[in-house]
């Protein structure tokens, strides 16, 4: 069974500071990875989806990266805003390409002016 | 492309009562999918369609939901005999897969936050 853990689960930083967050998958046999950002009570904005075969992509200020064989992925945010503050999540879809992604629970971010 | 939209936002009802969800994914995506979603943690696969099949069911999907999309548009998600510990934001997410099985970003709705009294 695929579990996916992102730590920390909150994270806090002041403006204008470069961050990463992680996600670890326990089952590297995976399809693709997305991530994700949600504001509250909202639903989930996909930012950044590498495939299995790739090794990183980017968009704008953001780096995903993937690491299939240690089951890790990373998001860098460089020059963090006030505005990036929000929860992060991790999704893995498995090899089978079927249709069920495991996410994280999260790591919530909070970016102080 | 108005996106992934859900209907109604918020559903508040008494325990023991049946609630229907609605979902209208992006037009041209033939996969469907539904999640739920409790405070503080991602959300959590129900199931999903590829066109009209429903080729995956979650062992959270108990006997009490089910899920339906006919003519492989929108969907629904219905649930009876709501208990308390339904309350949850449900959500619905869309996709492309191509005919060689390569699926594209999955964009995910507003969602339906259920309330059981």
């Known amino acids: 069974k695929q579990e996916v853990t992102q730590i920390p689960a909150a994270l806090s930083v002041p403006e204008g500071e470069n961050l990463v967050l992680n996600c670890s998958f326990t089952?590297?046999?995976?399809?693709?990875l997305q991530w994700f950002r949600q504001d509250p009570g909202k639903g989930l904005t996909s930012l950044l989806l590498?495939?299995?075969?790739?090794r990183e992509q980017t968009s704008g200020r953001l780096n995903a990266s993937l690491d299939k064989s240690s089951g890790r992925s990373t998001l860098y945010i460089a020059a963090s805003q006030p505005g990036d503050s929000a929860t992060y999540l991790c999704?893995?879809?498995?090899?089978?390409?079927?249709?069920?992604?495991?996410f994280g629970d999260g790591t919530t971010l909070t970016v102080k002016p | 492309d108005t996106g992934v939209s859900q209907n109604p936002r918020h559903k508040i009802t008494k325990r023991g009562q049946n609630v229907t969800f609605r979902c209208d994914p992006i037009?041209?995506?033939?996969?469907l999918y539904w999640y739920r979603q409790t405070l503080g943690q991602g959300p959590e696969f129900l199931t999903y369609?590829?066109?009209?099949?429903?080729?995956?069911k979650s062992r959270l999907l108990s006997d009490r939901f089910s899920a339906e999309r006919p003519k492989g548009s929108f969907s629904t998600l219905e649930i009876q005999r709501t208990e308390q510990g339904d309350s949850a934001m449900y959500l619905c997410?869309?996709?492309?897969?191509?005919?060689?099985?390569?699926?594209?970003?999955?964009?995910f709705g507003p969602g339906t936050r259920l309330t059981v009294l």
């Open positions: 590498i495939q299995s075969s790739q």
């Open positions: 999704a893995v879809r498995p090899s089978t390409n079927a249709g069920k992604s495991t």
């Open positions: 369609f590829q066109n009209e099949a429903q080729l995956e």
């Open positions: 089952d590297s046999a995976i399809y693709n």
């Open positions: 997410a869309s996709s492309f897969s191509t005919s060689r099985g390569e699926t594209d970003t999955q964009y």
């Open positions: 037009s041209e995506h033939n996969r």
